[in-house]
């Protein structure tokens, strides 16, 4: 699929990664409705996105919210009249072991922990995928949904939440790309490692440098790197079901 004029939804796109990925294919002339939580970030989104000469929009919605969604997406098509794609990139940190004894003390990730970082991280992208695919088929668009999974789909020490989470859209990946390939909609992920943005940077120093030792290329991405990998998916007619690694060559 050729980018340009192509109607694309980013949620989280008010900054961080879905900024990057905004300016980037805004630079390939996609038209972007960019959805987050704060009027302010997603007016300096919009603003980048337009002086790259193209359409862009702001979309206040909370993606774990369904009434939200629902309105959200029905209002990107009538603002654009149609939508070809969806990246799925909104989500949350909530770290914390299971289970810590320290000292004697013994205490365990909370319930609203585990559940925030599950309703934003899983069940936001089911809602999103869900309506905007719903959509797509309604107005006959055909196109690309692309999810941001994690490299802690693997399963990270400290984020039960975030793994589990992360493994599920990663496996849902191949369920919707199984499910929507017969309306024209491709379903594929980005599994980023450690990447420069602010919610890596709001992980403890210490703890940032020793991630950063045992990445084989001895650096963490770029935000721009995975929206290149983003833009990729989008262009790439014979990419579906699958997700692509960008992590420096990183295991955990
Ligand atoms: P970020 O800088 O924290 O940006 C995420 C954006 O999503 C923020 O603007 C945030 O708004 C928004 N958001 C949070 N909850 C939302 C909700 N319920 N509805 C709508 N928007 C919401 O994060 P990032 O580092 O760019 O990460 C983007 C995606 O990549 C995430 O899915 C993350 O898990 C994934 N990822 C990141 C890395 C990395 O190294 N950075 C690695 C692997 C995967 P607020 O700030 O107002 O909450």
Redesign the pocket.
């Known amino acids: 699929m050729q980018l340009k004029d192509k109607v694309i939804i980013i ?10 990925m905004a300016e980037y294919l805004a630079s390939k002339g996609a038209q972007l409705a960019l ?4 009027q302010e ?1 997603l007016n300096a989104a919009v603003a980048a996105c337009q002086s790259a000469g193209t359409q862009a929009r702001a979309y206040i ?5 369904e009434e ?1 969604v629902t309105d959200m997406v029905a209002q990107v098509a009538d603002d654009f009249g149609a939508i070809h794609g969806l990246v ?6 909530r770290d914390g072991l299971t289970i810590r004894v320290k000292d004697g003390e013994m205490t365990k990730m909370s319930l609203d922990n585990w559940q925030a970082v599950i ?3 899983l069940t ?1 992208v089911f809602l999103c995928t869900r309506e905007v695919a719903a959509k797509m088929i309604e107005l006959k668009s055909q196109g690309a949904i692309v999810n ?5 789909r693997a399963g990270n020490m400290g984020q039960a939440n ?1 793994s589990a ?2 493994a599920g ?1 990663a496996a849902d990946t191949v369920v919707w790309a199984k499910e929507l390939a017969r309306y024209g909609i491709r379903v594929a992920g ?11 940077l ?1 992980m403890k120093p210490d703890a940032l440098e020793k991630m950063t030792s045992v990445i084989p290329l001895q650096r ?2 770029k ?1 721009e790197e ?1 929206a290149h990998s983003v833009a990729y998916i989008f262009e790439n007619d014979y990419y579906t079901g699958r997700i692509l690694e960008l ?1 420096g060559g990183l295991r955990l």
Do not use: H, W
């Not at 919605?61 to 919210?65: D, L, M, S, T, Y």
């Open positions: 949620t989280g796109g008010g900054q961080g990664l879905g900024r990057a959805v987050d939580l704060d970030k919605c909370n993606v774990a919210n939200q799925n990139n909104a989500g949350i940190l309703d934003v991280n936001g941001i999974s994690s490299i802690s975030y989470a992360k859209v980005v599994a980023p490692g450690f990447i420069e943005t602010e919610m890596t709001s963490m991405g935000p995975i992590d």
